[in-house]
């Protein structure tokens, strides 16, 4: 794509933003580059911070992840009582003091690890992730134009990529160079940005109607199964993205910080540019058929990354799974916004539900990766996280599918 035909679409598609839509782009293009700049190097400092322990890794985002979907039903009881801007801007603390949890622990390396601040860690970022997502999600299904999801939601990918492409590369050499409490005082300063563009959203109120107990029932009931696995499956995928394969990267690289930010950021600039047409794709009627290739790249990609060797075959194999990505993530997103809008309620328990089972997905995948490593040791934990992501491909392609129909 040209660098003219880039602009006129960004024109183009944003012409028809509201200011509040506007608004909270820029809030998530903040919060985006937080999360970016500091994302696969977290797990990575996980993992050196306990003595290289994949163990360790396993265990804290895993109860991380459980933590949240535990978490999501009390989020979804306060949206009626503070509203959405106010649960979002509530979250934003938690997520800084997970962040500044991760300094102490940079700036205090030495002995026996601090096991207490990294379970403040644990509880901050679960408490973040659940008060966050959920009415991020509404404020974007009632925020986005019904008749250019799709686009819309390209336009959030790409214009974030754009902006944040050498985020990691600048986070490997920051971790190289200054280590790791610089990053993360990078990645709060970030967070503490992005409070300003939601001074310019008004503070809109949703009705939750389940309860807590509720709300788990409904998930596993019979008539929501299928929404489930694909969440569920949705979620593993997720996992893997961005826990197992980054530290498997690592230490395929000869745990180069440098050169794992560098790789992560040439695999961004690889993929962005599709985002846009992708996005068209969508919104002119060809959502079946962008689904299904979407799936077959993405599922294919996890199957190759089992072959990786090389730091060239890392590349190659990340931005051929990246397209698939970018393709199974934007029809996601898009048609949940779709769905949400189209039953008539802005958030809809089924947006709870869907964060619920992303989470116990995401879970799943780790304890997989645990028994696998565990049975047959830590390649074959990889090996198993992989694996589980492809199959888990196919069941949000399934999902979306019948949404498509």
């Known amino acids: 794509m040209s660098i003219q035909s880039y602009r006129e679409r960004v024109v183009a598609y944003s012409g028809h933003m509201s200011g509040e839509l506007m608004a909270l782009y820029i809030h998530r293009l903040l919060m985006h580059a937080a999360f970016v700049v500091a994302g696969v190097f977290t797990v990575v400092f996980v993992y050196k911070y306990f003595h290289d322990s994949l163990w360790a890794v396993l265990t804290v985002f895993g109860s991380m992840y459980f933590l949240t979907a535990l978490l999501t039903p009390l989020s979804g009881k306060l ?39 990294m379970v403040v860690f644990v509880v901050c970022s679960a408490l973040y992730r659940a008060f966050y997502w959920l009415p991020y999600q509404v404020d974007m299904t009632r925020l986005i134009d019904r008749g250019h999801r799709g686009s819309q939601v390209a336009l959030l990918m790409s214009v974030a990529d754009v902006n944040v492409v050498v985020m990691p590369f600048w986070g490997g050499l920051i971790v190289a160079q200054y280590g790791f409490d610089a990053l993360f005082i990078l990645s709060l300063l970030l967070t503490m940005a992005a409070l300003l563009p939601l001074m310019y959203i008004q503070n809109h109120f949703e009705e939750y109607s389940w309860g807590f107990m509720q709300s788990f029932r409904e998930l596993f009931s019979a008539k929501h199964r299928p929404l489930f696995a694909a969440y569920v499956g949705d979620g593993a995928q997720s996992a893997a993205q961005v826990i197992v394969w980054p530290l498997f990267v690592f230490l395929l690289l000869d745990q180069e910080y440098v050169a794992l930010g560098a790789i992560t950021a040439l695999t961004f600039l690889a993929v962005m540019c599709l985002q846009f047409t992708v996005g068209h794709l969508f919104d002119s009627g060809h959502k079946k058929r962008v689904l299904w290739w979407g799936a077959v790249f993405s599922a294919s990609g996890w199957f190759l990354r089992l072959f990786v060797a090389t730091p060239l075959g890392i590349f190659v194999v990340d931005t051929y799974h990246g397209v698939g990505q970018s393709v199974n993530r934007m029809t996601i997103d898009a048609m949940t916004y ?18 619920i089972g992303l989470n116990l997905g995401r879970t799943f995948c780790l304890l997989v990766v645990a028994m696998g490593a565990y049975v047959g040791g830590i390649p074959i934990g990889f090996a198993a996280g992989i694996l589980v992501a492809a199959i888990a491909t196919l069941y949000t392609a399934r999902l979306n599918e019948r949404v498509c129909l």
């Open 338 to 355: 779709e769905q949400a809008a189209d039953n008539g309620r802005y958030i809809d328990e089924y947006t709870a539900l869907k964060e």
């Open 79 to 117: 949206l009626s009582h503070l509203g959405l801007r106010t649960l979002i801007v509530l979250a934003l603390p938690f997520s800084s003091v997970g962040v500044l949890a991760l300094y102490h622990l940079s700036v205090n390396p030495g002995g026996e690890p601090l096991v207490w601040v």
